[in-house]
Every structure is written in structure tokens, then in C-alpha cells.
């Protein structure tokens, strides 16, 4: 199906795959900065009992807890920020907003060296972010066409993942090449890939004012009295967007789990940074790779056969990267040993992420009356985000716990969403015909 690509939809994708990028560095570059810059508490190593559990304190916890933050505030601000926004009307102001606090954030780390000062930074990011990530999903859904909602978050989708992809293959390397003499003074690893993420803000900020403008249909539209629904009003259950917000916490939850088990993983699998980066973006390629054609597809074929499709793919190869360490290296082969069982296993569950996202998002947008896409979207963006606040944190946790603890409980809570999404998601009537606002 040939769909024209909206210039703004395009300059909104480029503007947040950009500011992707310059994330997830700090997705990487924070535990290793944590784990041998930062002094850490005297509680680390320790070990706490409750009832017949005993776990240990280990640094991944505080990694977790410092990765977790940004998730937590982003995710929790999101529905006042959409909302906030759909009653004015005004998704550029937001969006330049938050992305001058997290440009902030991003500086901050460079002159603040303590444990709680990283933390504040962080959350200092996640409460730019919750300005952000609403914005451009609701600018994404206002710009499109009903038929062509699904190619346009495909698309968006794509870009915003090829950045945060990209990321991580290129910090360990600005991490490691370090340090740089600038100017005749010395920059150190960690603060120029600090200095990354303050530019990739800074440049979103550029293409936000050069190129992005509010629709006036949003504008005419914003009202006082936009609300949350969780009861469904046209018969009994759960709202299917609320169901939908729900299925997505669990789904990024299955994903989130592994960055901060960096250096068990190596442990057990007997490898190295660069394997461990290259299976961290295997699934963010899927990802790359998979958004746009799922999107386009669920345009004609309806939203959820891959919603449920992505669901059942999601649980198996959830669950089966936890016990990756007990597969004998000579099982496959000699060309494959646990680390490539592992990207392929982190691919795998790519592409089940790809199936559920991109169609969600449309679903959403199908769903979304006029002047409310921030507040009906930002169900979606703050469950993902609130699952990766979730999964980071409580894989440092239950780590302790043995190392395949962390992807059975991702596992469980994914049969969770598959059910949600078979029993209480239903398909939007879909008007095909492109809206004045889309034409481009």
C-alpha cells in the first residue's frame, strides 16, 4: 500500500530519533559511570532477609534505581502533561519545554559527581521527557489520515528506535576512546558522551521551531473537562485503550529488564562490553526493522491480529533468555554459543515488541476523539514507560534472587497482557478517507 509521507510527521520522527539517541547513551554510559566513577553507598554487598528470602544488595540495584527514576516520573507526569496540553492546545510550547529540561539534566551530569546528584539529574530528565514524549505522539496522531495512522507511527517508530539503537553501539566506544583534548582542555569519556546528549536536545529543539506547528483543528478542539476512562462505555470490562495502556507496561517491563544486568550477564555468558551491547540493540534492530511494515499492515488488516500475534511471540522469548547460561556451548554448534543464542533471542522478542507497538499507537489514535490526543495517547507512552521504570528496577532486585528470576516474572506478566489484549481490545472503525489537516 503506497502511503505519501507527511513532511512534519517526517521532522518529528527525525527531531525524536535524535533526542533517542542521545538517551540511550545514557542508558549505557550511566551504569558504567555509576559502576566506576561514583562512589556508592556503604549499604552495597550487604544482604536483607524477609521472611525466607534473602537477597543481596548488589550495585545493580542502584543502577536500576537511577535508570528507574527517569521512567517513574516520566510515565506519572505523562497523563497531566497530555491533558494539560489538550485543554490549550499548544503541542510545540511542551515540546520545547521539555526538551530545554532535559538538556538540562544532561548538562547537570558533568558538573555533579555524588550518587544523589545523578539521581537528581535523572530525574530532572524524566520530568523533561514526560513534557516530550506526549507531544510528539499526539502531533503524530493529529497529522494523520485514520488509514494512514499505522504507517505513520510505523515511520515515527522506526526513527525513534533507530536512534536509541544506534546509541548504545557508539557510547562504549566514546566511553572507552576517552579522554579528548578540546580546546586545550581534557574531556573525559563519560563527559563526552554527556556532551552527546546535550547536543541531541539541543538539536531536536532546532528542527521542533523550524519545522513543527500546531494543528489548528487541535487548537479549536482543546477543551476543559478531558478524562481518563477505564471502565469500557459501551459495554462491560476495561476501556481498550486503558487495556492497551495496561498490556504495554507488561511488554516494555520484558525488554527493560536486561540493561541493567550488564555485568551478570557478561559473568554468565562469558563475555564481553561489545556482545552485550550488540544483544542490547539486537532487539531495538528488530524493532528498526519490523515498526514500519507492522504499522502499514495493520492499516489494512486491522490492528489486532498483531497485537495478540506480538503477544504470543513476546512470552517465549521473554522467558527463555534467563536460561541461556545453562544451554551447553557446544549444543548449536560451534558457530553458535550462549552470547549469539542470546542476540537471537533478543531479535526475536524485536519483533514481538514491533508487532504490539506500532498498532497500539494507532489503535489509540483510532479510538482518540478530536482535541484529546494527549491525554488518550499518553495512556500508551506512560505505560511504556512505566514498564521500563519497572523492569529496570526490579531486575536489579530479583537478580538476587538467581539470574533467571528477573525473565520468568517478565514472562508472567506478559501471559497478563495477552490476555488483556484477547479478551477486552476490540478493533476502531476506521474512516480511510484523508482528513484536510493531512494533506501535505
Known amino acids: 500500500m503506497g502511503v505519501e509521507v507527511d513532511t512534519r510527521i517526517l521532522a518529528l520522527a527525525l527531531a525524536r530519533m535524535v533526542s533517542a539517541l542521545a538517551n540511550s547513551f545514557l542508558v549505557v ?40 527514576l527517569f521512567g517513574f516520573l516520566n510515565s506519572f507526569g505523562q497523563p497531566f502533561t497530555g491533558r494539560w496540553s489538550d485543554r490549550v492546545g499548544k503541542r ?8 530545554g529540561i532535559v538538556a538540562v539534566g544532561s548538562a547537570g551530569y558533568i558538573v555533579f559527581r555524588s550518587y544523589l546528584a545523578v539521581l537528581a539529574m535523572r530525574a530532572i530528565q524524566g520530568v523533561g521527557a ?49 579522554p579528548y583534548r578540546v580546546a586545550g582542555a581534557t574531556v573525559s569519556g563519560f563527559d563526552a558522551a554527556f556532551l552527546v546528549a546535550v547536543t541531541g536536545a539541543v538539536l531536536s529543539f532546532i528542527l521542533i521551531v523550524l519545522l513543527i506547528s500546531d494543528p489548528e483543528e487541535a487548537q479549536a478542539a482543546a477543551g476543559d473537562d478531558i478524562s481518563i476512562q477505564v471502565r469500557n462505555a459501551d459495554g462491560p470490562g476495561l476501556d481498550p485503550v486503558f487495556a492497551l495502556g495496561l498490556g504495554t507496561v507488561v511488554m516494555a ?55 495478540v500475534g506480538g503477544f504470543v511471540l513476546l512470552l517465549p522469548t521473554t522467558i527463555a533468555q534467563g536460561f541461556v547460561p545453562r544451554v551447553p556451548a557446544s549444543l548449536f554448534g560451534a558457530a553458535i554459543g550462549p552470547p549469539e543464542l542470546m542476540i537471537l533471542l533478543r531479535f526475536l522478542q524485536g519483533v514481538a515488541v514491533a508487532a504490539v507497538f506500532a498498532p497500539s499507537l494507532a489503535l489509540a489514535g483510532d479510538f482518540a476523539r478530536e482535541g ?6 499518553s495512556l500508551l507512552t506512560m505505560g511504556f514507560g512505566l ?13 538476587g534472587l538467581g539470574f533467571a528470576v528477573p525473565f520468568v516474572v517478565a514472562t508472567i506478566g506478559g501471559v497478563g497482557g495477552l490476555g488483556l489484549v484477547v479478551t477486552q481490545v476490540t478493533e476502531a472503525p476506521v474512516d480511510p478517507t484523508p482528513t484536510p489537516e493531512t494533506g501535505d
Open 372 to 377: 484529546e490526543s494527549g491525554s488518550t495517547l
Open 92 to 99: 510545540k510550547r511542551f515540546l520545547l519545554l521539555g526538551l
Open 29 to 68: 554510559v550511566l551504569p558504567l559511570y555509576i559502576g566506576q566513577v561514583v562512589a556508592l553507598p556503604g549499604f552495597v554487598g550487604t544482604t536483607v532477609r524477609a521472611g525466607g528470602l534473602a537477597f543481596t544488595l548488589q550495585p545493580e540495584l542502584l543502577i536500576g534505581v537511577v535508570l528507574s
Open 130 to 178: 514526560a513534557f516530550t514524549i506526549p507531544m510528539t505522539v499526539a502531533l503524530v496522531n493529529e497529522y494523520s489520515a485514520p488509514g494512514e495512522r499505522g504507517s505513520n507511527f510505523g515511520l515515527f517508530n522506526t526513527f525513534r528506535l533507530l536512534g536509541f539503537g544506534t546509541g548504545p553501539l557508539v557510547a562504549g566506544s566514546v566511553v572507552a576512546a576517552g
Open 253 to 307: 517491563l520484558g525488554i527493560a529488564i536486561y540493561a541493567p544486568l550488564a555485568n551478570v550477564i557478561n559473568s554468565q555468558l562469558g563475555q564481553g562490553n561489545f556482545l552485550f551491547s550488540v544483544q542490547f540493540g539486537a532487539t531495538v534492530l528488530a524493532n528498526v526493522l519490523f515498526q514500519l511494515p507492522f504499522g502499514r499492515l495493520s492499516d489494512s488488516y486491522g490492528r489486532r491480529p498483531f497485537l
Open 387 to 399: 514498564g521500563i521504570a519497572l523492569g529496570t528496577l526490579l531486575s536489579g532486585i530479583l537478580v
